[in-house]
C-alpha cells in the first residue's frame, strides 16, 4: 500500500492535477486504496505551489465522478434480472430479497448515494446498486458530484493545514475505518447467519420457485 501511495505522489508532483485525479478514480474501483490518504498528500502538495487548493478539489472531484460512473455502468450492464437470475442460482438467497432491495433502493437511493460518500468502503460500492436500479443518471451525477465534493473538500483543506504533518490523518483515520470495515464486516455476516437460518426453517416449498426461463 505505501509503494501505491509513493506512485500517486510521484503523480501529484509531476503532472499536478490529473495526477489526483487517476488516484482518486483507482481509489473509486480499488477501494482498499485509501482516500484519507490520497487526499491529505494532495493538500500537501498543493501546499508546495504544485496548483491549488481548488484545483486539487475539482480535480479529485473529477477522479471520484468518473470512477462512480464506471462502477454505475457495471451495475446498469448487470440490471435487475441478471442479478435475479444469479440470486436464484446461489444458495440461502431469495429471489424475493432482490425485490425488496430493489424497492428500498428506489425509495432512498439518493439519499444512500450522497451519504454513502463519507462512508470508507460504501463510498465505492453504493454506485453499483444506483446502476442496477437504474437510477436516474443526472440525480446520480448531481449527489455523487455533492457527497464528493465535500468529502474532498474537507480532506484536501486537512492536508493543505497540516503540510508535511499529513501523515497525521492517516494514523486518525485509520482506526475509525477498521472500526467501519469491521462493522460492515459483522452486518454481512449476521446477513449470512439470517438467510442460513431462514434457509434452515423452510422446507422446499414451490411458491418459492421462480421459472428461471421468464428471467433470461
Same mark, same amino acid.
Given at each position: 500500500?505505501?509503494?501505491?501511495?509513493?506512485? @500517486?505522489?510521484?503523480?501529484?508532483?509531476?503532472?499536478?492535477?490529473?495526477?489526483?485525479?487517476?488516484?482518486?478514480?483507482?481509489?473509486?474501483? &480499488? +477501494?482498499?486504496?485509501?482516500?484519507?490518504?490520497?487526499? +491529505?498528500?494532495?493538500?500537501?502538495?498543493?501546499?508546495?505551489?504544485?496548483? /491549488?487548493? @481548488?484545483?486539487? %478539489?475539482?480535480?479529485?472531484?473529477?477522479?471520484? %465522478?468518473?470512477?462512480?460512473?464506471?462502477?454505475?455502468?457495471?451495475?446498469?450492464?448487470?440490471?435487475?434480472?441478471?442479478?435475479?437470475?444469479?440470486?436464484?442460482?446461489?444458495?440461502?438467497?431469495? @429471489?424475493?430479497?432482490?425485490?425488496?432491495?430493489?424497492?428500498? &433502493?428506489?425509495?432512498?437511493?439518493?439519499?444512500? %448515494?450522497? &451519504?454513502?460518500?463519507?462512508?470508507?468502503?460504501?463510498?465505492?460500492?453504493?454506485? @453499483?446498486?444506483?446502476?442496477?436500479?437504474?437510477?436516474?443518471?443526472?440525480? &446520480?451525477?448531481?449527489?455523487?458530484?455533492?457527497?464528493?465534493?465535500?468529502?474532498?473538500?474537507?480532506?484536501?483543506?486537512?492536508?493543505?493545514?497540516?503540510?508535511?504533518?499529513?501523515?497525521?490523518?492517516?494514523?486518525?483515520?485509520? +482506526?475509525?475505518?477498521?472500526? %467501519?470495515?469491521?462493522?460492515?464486516?459483522?452486518?454481512?455476516?449476521?446477513?449470512?447467519?439470517?438467510?442460513?437460518?431462514?434457509?434452515?426453517?423452510? /422446507?422446499?416449498? +414451490?411458491?418459492?420457485?421462480?421459472?428461471?426461463?421468464?428471467?433470461?
Amino acid at each position: 500500500m505505501n509503494t501505491i501511495v509513493e506512485w @500517486v505522489l510521484d503523480l501529484m508532483e509531476q503532472i499536478g492535477g490529473p495526477g489526483i485525479a487517476l488516484g482518486i478514480f483507482l481509489e473509486n474501483i &480499488f +477501494p482498499p486504496i485509501p482516500s484519507e490518504v490520497i487526499l +491529505p498528500l494532495a493538500g500537501f502538495t498543493s501546499a508546495q505551489g504544485h496548483y /491549488t487548493p @481548488v484545483e486539487a %478539489v475539482l480535480w479529485a472531484t473529477l477522479g471520484s %465522478v468518473a470512477g462512480a460512473l464506471l462502477l454505475y455502468g457495471i451495475g446498469a450492464a448487470l440490471g435487475l434480472e441478471r442479478l435475479k437470475v444469479i440470486a436464484h442460482r446461489m444458495p440461502l438467497v431469495d @429471489v424475493a430479497d432482490i425485490d425488496k432491495a430493489d424497492a428500498w &433502493f428506489t425509495r432512498h437511493g439518493p439519499k444512500a %448515494v450522497f &451519504f454513502g460518500r463519507f462512508i470508507p468502503g460504501i463510498r465505492s460500492l453504493i454506485s @453499483v446498486p444506483a446502476g442496477i436500479d437504474r437510477m436516474r443518471l443526472g440525480s &446520480f451525477l448531481g449527489f455523487t458530484t455533492a457527497g464528493s465534493l465535500i468529502w474532498n473538500s474537507l480532506f484536501v483543506a486537512i492536508g493543505y493545514q497540516l503540510g508535511d504533518r499529513y501523515e497525521l490523518v492517516e494514523r486518525y483515520m485509520d +482506526p475509525i475505518s477498521k472500526v %467501519v470495515y469491521a462493522l460492515i464486516i459483522l452486518a454481512v455476516l449476521g446477513t449470512i447467519a439470517w438467510l442460513v437460518r431462514r434457509s434452515m426453517r423452510r /422446507t422446499q416449498d +414451490p411458491d418459492d420457485s421462480i421459472d428461471i426461463e421468464t428471467l433470461d
